[in-house]
């Protein structure tokens, strides 16, 4: 396929630069693929597609504050943004997103204050670098001091402290601490929305995936079949498994909130009609003409033209479907991309 079959225009005002003053008072969209409708109405009524029995999988991912701003000893400043752990024998090795990476040297330090410094040790291509910190403990100080939210290249402004809980979810688990971008999908629940659904007998299913920066690379190939998806941490727990597998002997529905859940849900074995548990690095790119094994709803963001996002949902609800209902949201003045609205694909 053509990746400029996934194009659209889209007017830069409609691109949220801040959440709605509640998280469930965002906008849904929602298409039904059996019938073709489309309603239109807020985030709140989510509950009204989920019946008892179906099963809700959310990631709990949680972001931490991996954009660091430092200094080379000649003044110079240098972004340093933090990706993943390394397996190191001493300190702290981490894989990082550098700017600009070609001015740094191997050895260099670069400075947070008098004290406070991480080590450039290798440059790995690609604009990446392994950096080193003394410690873990270290490494937390400068996060928690230094760190800024990372917050996606189309917000065109600064992070403020609000954006460490808005840019994250309500759901969002203190041990699973690794992600630089948010599961946005679920930005949208509250914890009302969560404990109605669970009184109402729906299953609410938590996976991990952390997010990486590899979220918002552009497919920059012409074939959108040449593009590849960067990997990312992912774990389905057995638990989690065994509640999906339920779900399903008993007739109901998996919804996925987020293309992360999908992409783990997706990444699972299944042998034998059964989800396996998993725990490793997935790379699933999901594009049209993909056939879905796990997930039977996807509730979403409003993604970038030309993104990987985007292919996963045109493959979910079909490239011409998706583009004419991204056309109704713009028409309708819907918020787009992460801090945006909702859409509900059933």
């Given at each position: ?217 552009p497919i920059q190939c012409d074939n959108l079949e040449n593009h590849t998806v960067d990997p990312e941490e992912a774990?389905?727990?057995a638990a989690a498994a065994e509640r999906l597998n339920q779900t399903r002997e008993a007739g109901g529905a998996i ?55 985007l292919a996963l949902v045109a493959a979910f609800a079909g490239r011409e479907e998706i583009l004419s209902l991204y ?20």
């Open positions: 396929m053509d990746t400029s079959l996934l194009d659209y225009d889209l007017p830069k005002e409609l691109i949220a630069q801040f959440p709605t003053r509640e998280r469930d008072q965002s906008r849904l969209l929602v298409y039904d693929r059996a019938t073709g409708t489309v309603d239109h109405l807020e985030f709140v009524n989510i509950g009204h597609y989920l019946q008892r029995g179906d099963a809700l999988v959310i990631n709990n991912t949680k972001v931490f504050k991996a954009r660091l701003m430092g200094r080379r000893k000649t003044g110079g400043q240098v972004e340093i943004l933090l990706v993943r752990v390394v397996p190191s024998e001493a300190g702290e090795r981490w894989e990082a997103l550098v700017r600009p990476a070609r001015r740094v040297k191997a050895g260099e330090r670069i400075l947070f204050d008098a004290s406070h410094y991480v080590v450039m040790e290798r440059d790995i291509g690609g604009g990446r670098w392994h950096v080193w910190f003394d410690t873990r403990d270290i490494r937390e100080r400068i996060v928690d001091s230094f760190g800024h939210v990372p917050l996606p290249p189309y917000i065109s402004r600064q992070d403020q402290p609000a954006d460490m809980e808005r840019y994250q979810t309500i759901f969002a688990d203190p041990e699973r601490v690794g992600a630089i971008a948010a599961p946005t999908a679920g930005f949208h629940f509250t914890r009302s929305i969560l404990q109605a659904l669970g009184e109402k007998g729906v299953e609410i299913v938590e996976i991990t995936l952390h997010v990486g920066p590899g979220t918002f690379k774990e389905l727990p919804f996925a909130a987020g293309t992360t859940s999908v992409r783990t849900l997706e990444s699972a074995p299944v042998v034998d009609g059964r989800i396996k548990p998993f725990a490793e690095m997935v790379d699933l790119y999901i594009r049209p003409e993909y056939h879905f094994k796990v997930v039977d709803h996807l509730l979403t963001n409003f993604h970038l033209p030309r993104s990987s996002l056309h109704t949201a713009i028409e309708m003045k819907y918020s787009f991309y992460s801090y945006g609205d909702a859409m509900l694909i059933l």
